[in-house]
């Protein structure tokens, strides 16, 4: 049984969808942006990623993780999964990057994202809703 969301009217719906476009713009710079600062020494670059630290295999995880999620949300698809872990990377790229109000605005709207249905205009929500896997687990709606 798959549990509905409260669809928004036509101008709420376009206005969640530029929130949701916006978000995923943000993830992708966060993204560029600390994955530029990482081909510096620690110091140099003003937005290191002091979190992540030096080891190799967690950066790239951290990196990969932060390009699914700005996929995720720019595509408009499994916007819950995108809201949880985006919400931890996020949080934790911009807290150490001096983003952290703009980090937290992020959190803000993924679950805004995330508890609407905002992937359904310009994206894929609908169609993802739709698949067997999806009305299966509503947690990747």
């Known amino acids: 049984m798959a549990t509905s969301r409260p669809?928004?009217?036509?101008?709420?719906?376009?206005?969640?969808?530029?929130l949701?476009?916006?978000?995923?713009?943000?993830?992708?710079?966060m993204l560029v942006e600390d994955a530029l600062a990482s081909r510096y020494p620690a110091g140099i670059a003003p937005n290191h990623v002091g979190w992540v630290g030096?080891?190799?295999?967690f950066r790239v995880a951290v990196?990969?993780?932060?390009?699914?999620?700005?996929?995720?949300?720019?595509?408009?698809?499994?916007?819950?999964g995108?809201?949880?872990?985006?919400?931890?990377?996020?949080?934790?790229?911009a807290g150490t990057g001096g983003w952290l109000v703009?980090?937290?605005?992020?959190?803000v709207a993924l679950m805004v994202c995330a508890g609407t249905a905002a992937g359904e205009v310009w994206g894929f929500g609908r169609t993802w809703a739709n698949h067997p896997v999806?009305?299966?687990?509503?947690?990747?709606?």
């Open 82 to 93: 995108a809201a949880l872990v985006g919400g931890a990377l996020v949080l934790g790229v």
């Open 54 to 57: 030096e080891s190799g295999w």
């Open 63 to 80: 990196f990969a993780g932060l390009a699914a999620v700005a996929a995720a949300v720019l595509l408009g698809v499994c916007l819950r």
């Open 134 to 141: 999806v009305r299966r687990n509503p947690w990747l709606r």
């Open 102 to 107: 703009p980090g937290l605005l992020a959190v």
């Open 7 to 18: 669809r928004p009217g036509a101008g709420a719906g376009r206005w969640l969808a530029v």
């Open 20 to 29: 949701r476009l916006a978000t995923g713009a943000l993830c992708v710079w």
